[in-house]
C-alpha cells in the first residue's frame, strides 16, 4: 500500500513562488516576525538513527544553525533514536513534557510513533515531520520527491548495464518497509526497471543497515551464483556499503553496477574509485532551511502556507502543508559540479592518496 498521495499543488502566489525559490529566506520575508524582537521559541529535533551519517554530519547542525540564524532568541533540543523505535517515542515524550514548542521529528517508523504524535498534538505542540512522512495530525512536512530518487537509480543502473540490459539479471535491495519512503524509492525504480531486466531477488534491509545488507547480499550470491548478478539496486549508501563488502567477501570481479542513495562521504569515494556506479545528492541545506522555516513559524503560532508549495496525504492527515525538494543524481563524472561545488565535501576530503590517479581521471584534480 503507498502511504503517499501524489501531491496537489497550491495555488501560486507572489509570496509563496518566491519562498518556493529562495528556501532559505527569512521568516520576515515570508509574513513571520523576523529575527529581532521576534517570540523565542524551542523546537525539539529527533533523529532516527546514527548509521546513516548524513543525519548526525549535515542535518543536525545545519538545521540548529538556521534555526538561530531565523530566530537568536530560539533554541534547540537534539535526541538521536539510534534506529530504535521505542526511544524516540521516549524522546518524544520528554521533551513534550519539558515545554518545547514545536518538533522536527525524522520518524523512525511511522505507525508505531502516531500514538505520540496524537499527544504532541494534544499538548499543543506542531509536528514538522522531515524527511519521512510521519503518521497523526502532523502540521508541516519537507522531504525530497522519492519517485525521482527511485526512477534515477533505475535509469543509473539500465545506462551502467548499457546494450547488455535487456535480459540480464539484477538484485533489488531495498530498504526497511516500516520507512514511509521505502514503497516511494521501489515503485520510483521499478518504473524504470521492469520489462528491461529480470530481478533476480528482491530483499528488505531493516534498519537500513550495512550489516543487513550484507547479509541478504551473500544470500544472493549463494542463490544467484556470483557471476549472474549483472548489478544491484541499493536504495541508499549504507546497503551499498554491505552489498559491496559482501561481493568482496565473494570475490565477485569485477564488480557489477551498485546504486546509492545520500551521498556519504564513503560512497563518494567509492564513485571515483570504481566500486560504486552511483548516489543520490538530496541538498542538505535545502531540506534543513525549510524545516527550521517551518519549525520557527509554527513554534510562533503561525502559519506555513507561504513556505509549503503543494500538499500531501499519510494514511491518517490529509492536506498536509509540503515542501518537496528536487533530488540529483550523482556519478563520478558529477561529483565536481555537484557535491564540490555546493561545498558539500572539498576535493581534499574525497580525493584520498590512494584515490589521487582516479580524482585525476574524473577531473577532480589536476
Known sequence: MRLL?????????VLAAACALVVAVSLAGCGGNGTAGGKGVTVGLLMPNRQTPRWEAFDRPL????????????????????????????????????????????????????????SANKAGVPVVAYDRL??????GYVTFDGTRVGRLQGQALLDALGNRAAGREIVMMNGDPTSPNYTWFKEGA???????????RSYDTL???????????????????????????????????????????????????????????????????????????????KEADTAAAMAVALGRGE??????????????????????????????????????KDGVYTVDQICTPKLRAACDRAGLTG
Open 190 to 200: 521499478l518504473s524504470v526497471l521492469k520489462g528491461k531486466v529480470k530481478i533476480g
Open 63 to 118: 538545521i540548529e544553525k538556521r534555526v538561530k540564524e531565523l530566530c537568536p532568541e530560539c533554541s534547540v533540543r537534539y535526541a538521536n533514536a539510534d534506529n530504535d523505535t521505542t526511544s524516540q517515542q521516549r524522546q518524544m515524550t520528554s521533551m513534550i513534557t519539558r515545554g518545547v514548542d514545536v518538533l522536527i521529528l525524522d520518524v523512525t517508523d511511522p505507525k508505531a510513533l502516531r500514538s505520540s504524535v496524537e
Open 303 to 340: 502559519s506555513v502556507d507561504s513556505i509549503a508549495t503543494t500538499t500531501m496525504d499519510s494514511p491518517t492527515t490529509k492536506n498536509v502543508p509540503t515542501v518537496l525538494l528536487t533530488p540529483v543524481g550523482v556519478t563520478a563524472d558529477t561529483i565536481g559540479r555537484t557535491l564540490v
Open 134 to 139: 510521519a503518521e497523526g495530525p502532523v502540521s
Open 207 to 285: 534498519g537500513w543497515r550495512a550489516e543487513s545488507a550484507h547479509d541478504n547480499m551473500s544470500a544472493a550470491i549463494n542463490a544467484l551464483g556470483p557471476n549472474r548478478i549483472d548489478g544491484v539496486l541499493a536504495a541508499n549508501d549504507s546497503i551499498a556499503t554491505g552489498v559491496i563488502s559482501a561481493m568482496k567477501s565473494a570475490r565477485v570481479s569485477p564488480l557489477p553496477p551498485v546504486t546509492g542513495q545520500d551521498a556519504d562521504l564513503d560512497a563518494v569515494r567509492r564513485i571515483v574509485g570504481g566500486e560504486q556506479t552511483m548516489t543520490v545528492f538530496k541538498s542538505f541545506q
Open 5 to 13: 498521495s501524489v501531491p496537489r499543488p497550491r495555488a501560486p502566489s
